[in-house]
């Protein structure tokens, strides 16, 4: 069974970067690129899960408007992790973030999520 556990959220200031993980077990070492996609989703309460970022697995990336240029997911395939580099943060880009991946068949795996906060 595939997990995805999220890591690296917390407090930042305006203008600071965290970095988030998301490390994959359960499947076999090195693979996580054999993901259809994997991407990061964010979601505040009260309001819908939104896309933040997602690569594909050819290597191909897209983002939200909101965090173009600030914001960098990338994977390292050895390690069986997903990443997700925030710079320049905003106060808007408090929420909690989820890892998603989804398989070659079309399911769904999420992790548990992870919060982070920007203050002024």
């Known amino acids: 069974q595939v997990q995805l556990v999220e890591s690296g959220g917390g407090l930042v200031q305006a203008g600071g970067s965290l970095r988030l993980s998301c490390a994959a077990s359960?499947?076999?070492?090195?693979?996580?690129?054999?993901?259809?996609?994997m991407g990061w989703y964010r979601q505040v309460p009260g309001k819908q899960r939104e896309l933040v970022a997602v690569?594909?697995?050819?290597?191909?990336?897209n983002y939200a408007d909101s965090v173009k240029g600030r914001f960098t997911i990338f994977r390292d395939n050895a390690a069986d992790t997903l990443y997700l580099q925030m710079n320049s943060m905003k106060p808007e880009d408090t929420s909690f973030y989820y890892c998603?991946?989804?398989?070659?068949?079309?399911?769904?795996?999420w992790g548990q999520g992870t919060q982070v906060t920007v203050s002024l």
């Open positions: 998603n991946a989804i398989t070659q068949t079309n399911v769904h795996y």
């Open positions: 359960g499947i076999t070492s090195g693979f996580i690129f054999r993901f259809n996609s």
């Open positions: 690569i594909t697995r050819l290597g191909s990336t």
